[in-house]
């Protein structure tokens, strides 16, 4: 891995709209109901921000439950070898009481575990993306990019958040994203209201593709309409 690569640095409201453009191009296949798959990083790293990133991670989901549509499962790892499947849930209030009783201890980051999971899931049931946050990668960058070029085949964008500016994780979450045909963003404490918005507009294009999201940008404002003024 090139150790010389610039450091990423939390994403600029250009930077957000340019993924939002990103997330606007991704092909969607309408289902029934929208099927989420959102994986986080429980690794000892992430403790110092955990319980924000919880907050927001549920008001996302609060944020489509109410119209309906959308079914989301929490994946996370953690320790020496802990990945856990929670299951397929609809209700915002169980989803943040799994989030708020997970608690973040040492060990190495499980990625291959991740897409492993996402691509045996989308191949019993569509999956209409995958949600990817985390702040570190430990692992061998081309059997992961392996993975989520099959995942592409299938066509299951993943929405990649990095938290924090390892320039290593950068380069292969951005491989990661671009080989789904998803997209990648960085944040930090001083973007959580950024990382918010796109966490709604992620879920709310999982429910309803394109013309969902441009809908929510005519009522949010803010950094949504720079995306759908260029769809």
Known sequence: MNRN??????????????????????????????????????????????????????????????????????????????????????????????????????GLTQIHRVLKHAIDETQRHRLNALVLVGDCLEEAVDPLCHQAGQLGVLGVPAFVFQEGQDADAAQGFREIARLTRGAYCAFDARSASQLRDLLKAVAIYATGGRQALEAFGRRQGGLIPQLTRQI
């Open 5 to 106: 690569l610039q450091t990423p640095v939390p994403s600029s409201a250009q930077d957000v709209a340019a993924f939002l453009r990103q997330a606007a191009r991704v092909p969607t296949v309408a289902t029934a109901q929208g099927r989420l798959m959102f994986a986080m990083d429980a690794t000892a790293s992430r403790q110092p921000t955990w319980d924000q990133a919880c907050q927001l991670q549920g008001d996302m989901f609060a944020a489509v439950a109410e119209r309906g549509g959308l079914a989301l499962q929490l994946v996370w790892y953690r320790g020496y070898g802990e990945f856990y499947v929670e299951p397929w849930l609809t209700a915002a209030t169980e989803l943040q009481r799994r989030m708020a009783s997970v608690q973040c201890r040492g």
